[in-house]
T-cell receptor, first 114, second 108 residues
Framework: DGGITQSPKYLFRKEGQNVTLSCEQNLNHDAMYWYRQDPGQGLRLIYYSQIVNDFQKGDIAEGYSVSREKKESFPLTVTSAQKNPTAFYLC?????????????FGEGSRLTVL | GIQVEQSPPDLILQEGANSTLRCNFSDSVNNLQWFHQNPWGQLINLFYIPSGTKQNGRLSATTVATERYSLLYISSSQTTDSGVYFCAVLYNFNKFYFGSGTKLNVKP
């Protein structure tokens, strides 16, 4: 089945540790996105990429890093510099052409810092 | 950027009631989508609707792009409709902007 797979679904980390969240899509989409959601809040854009080997900061990029070495993969690293990393992280992808901009989401990863 | 505003922020309904959710945006957009976030956090695509009207079962949506708003109609609501409804717009073929959501609680 085509879709977006995020892993792990739940993750616990100690303060000061980096953690990497995986996002893989088999929809052949060019664009991929990472969003953060805090309890009771909306979605905020962390990073996005419209093509392999290129990505741009979103509204809350500080303390996060990404890479886009393959079209189907867009991992997010939450670094120790992120002051409040406990949140729900959502990965999404969309086609750049054709039915441009229809956004599809993975099931999300819940990160808890202990 | 662009401002995306949703109303109402909270809505409580009795099962079987109808409702209308609104999404206003401050500039021309390339497309608009409606999502339902279920209690487990998953975002489900409801409608891709840059303009016009679409229907899917008890749900329908209308976007009037020239007047910069979209409406989501839920008829004969069920408890499984509970959750948060988001609209999202694509602006300058670049980034998606989300509204702050409408939290719907359907009581049995």
């Amino acid at each position: 089945d085509g879709g977006i797979t995020q892993s792990p679904k739940y993750l616990f980390r100690k303060e000061g540790q980096n953690v990497t969240l995986s996002c893989e899509q088999n929809l052949n989409h060019d664009a991929m996105y990472w969003y953060r959601q805090d309890p009771g809040q909306g979605l905020r854009l962390i990073y996005y990429s419209q093509i392999v080997n290129d990505f741009q900061k979103g509204d809350i990029a500080e303390g996060y890093s990404v890479s886009r070495e393959k079209k189907e993969s867009f991992p997010l690293t939450v670094t120790s510099a992120q002051k409040n990393p406990t949140a729900f992280y959502l990965c999404a992808s969309s086609s750049v052409s054709g039915r441009a901009g229809e956004l599809f989401f993975g099931e999300g990863s819940r990160l808890t810092v202990l | 950027g662009i401002q995306v505003e949703q109303s109402p922020p909270d809505l409580i309904l009795q099962e079987g009631a109808n409702s209308t959710l609104r999404c206003n945006f401050s500039d021309s957009v390339n497309n608009l989508q409606w999502f339902h976030q279920n209690p487990w956090g998953q975002l489900i695509n409801l409608f891709y609707i840059p303009s016009g009207t679409k229907q899917n079962g008890r749900l329908s949506a209308t976007t009037v792009a020239t007047e910069r708003y979209s409406l989501l109609y839920i008829s004969s609501s069920q408890t499984t409709d509970s959750g948060v409804y988001f609209c999202a717009v694509l602006y300058n073929f670049n980034k998606f902007y989300f509204g702050s959501g409408t939290k719907l609680n359907v009581k049995p």
